[in-house]
């Protein structure tokens, strides 16, 4: 039999979201690239100030959410193709996602810390 259609629809979804959340941050990058030019005597008082404001922190929590979508997306398709052994399989999402959510509310916790 062939791949049902709901495997194909996912994997096709998470294709996508994948690229899209590229396109985000690659966006975010540029922003951050513009304000460095912009700002040649960069000090910290303007860095901060930048990162102080609601919707910098926002922008910025979003980009870090899609960084570690994509990155799951990323490691979830590498354990499946080389861990073939279900119990290691298993341990490896686990650690994987342990290790994203740690590093997401990490973030979060450096980000509204100010």
């Known amino acids: 039999m062939g791949m049902s259609i709901n495997k ?3 994997g096709y979804r998470d294709w996508k979201l994948q690229r899209l959340s590229a396109i985000v941050m690659i966006a975010y990058v540029c ?3 513009a304000f460095f030019v912009g700002h040649a005597h960069l000090t910290y008082d303007r860095w901060a100030a930048l990162f102080s404001s609601v919707w910098m922190q926002v922008s910025t ?3 870090i959410l899609l960084l570690l979508i994509h990155t799951w ?3 979830w398709t ?3 193709d080389y861990i073939k052994n279900l119990f290691l399989h298993t ?3 686990a650690c994987v996602f342990i290790a ?3 590093f997401f509310f990490w973030a979060a916790h ?3 810390s100010f």
């Open 8 to 10: 194909g629809y996912a």
């Open 31 to 33: 922003f951050l690239f």
């Open 61 to 63: 929590m979003v980009v």
């Open 73 to 75: 997306i990323g490691l």
């Open 78 to 80: 590498i354990g499946t």
């Open 91 to 93: 341990v490896y999402n």
């Open 100 to 102: 994203l959510l740690g």
């Open 110 to 112: 450096i980000l509204w």
